[in-house]
């Protein structure tokens, strides 16, 4: 069967076909990058950002909810083309997986209770610690398990379910990216991001290893970022315009191997 990549490709040649449909795989719940609204439906800057590039390709997008873990195997086994949901580039990834210049600089935090909860890191020990399955916040995690600590790490398939076990007291803290967290404990005074973890991490779309589609998705980047269209993204989803510098607004090549 033909890859929506491939046949993107004849219709950009001008062989007459029907307009494609690029499948993407994302963890929905991942607010604010890919989340349901009250009506159900997929919203958030991920979501924004691909339609944006489909759009210029001429594409459709149909979007599948795959747990975080899952979206490894799914992109490298063709079941969908692209895969979302804040993924940060890591040399490690990049030995299996392509990934398109990047799009968004951040870095990983702590989440607690607002009262009574740990305030920091070091107040962390004997604790018991909950991150995303397989995310950078997991190998965080258990890279610094034994310098601060923790009881034990506990593992979820998303946002939502840590932030019930947290909210409940199953858990003491959670370890995930810091903008995910700014934006889902903005309204919910009883939870706090309590200390930012510099990790110097950057998210973007990720591939089939060498995946001629990424290249593709690599230059309407370059387009989006001149024109304007992801400050404007940013804009919309965290308030601010983005930082000066920040890889949301600056043309980049393509990640490879160091």
Known sequence: MATAATLLLAGMAGTAVAQETLTVGANIGNVPWEFQDDAGTFVGFEIDLVAAVAERLGAKVDTVNIPFNGLFSAVQSGRIDIATSSITITDERLKSVTFAQP????????????????????????????????????????????????????????????????????????????????????????????????????????????AELATKVNAVLDDLKTEGVLAQLHEKWFGVAPDAGSSTVTVLPMPSLN
């Open 103 to 210: 799009y968004y600089d951040s870095d990983q935090s702590l989440t607690t209770l607002a009262e009574g909860g740990p305030k920091s890191l070091d107040e962390m020990k004997g604790k018991v610690v909950g991150v995303d399955t397989g995310s950078t916040g997991d190998m965080w995690a258990s890279e610094k398990q034994q310098e601060y600590g923790f009881a034990e790490i506990r593992r979820y398939e998303g946002l939502a379910p840590a932030m019930l076990d947290l909210t409940a007291g199953r858990i003491d803290g959670y370890i995930s990216d810091i903008p995910a967290l700014q934006y889902y404990v903005k309204d919910k005074p009883n939870l706090a991001v309590v200390e930012r973890i510099p990790t110097g991490e950057k998210y973007s779309m990720m591939f089939a290893k060498d």
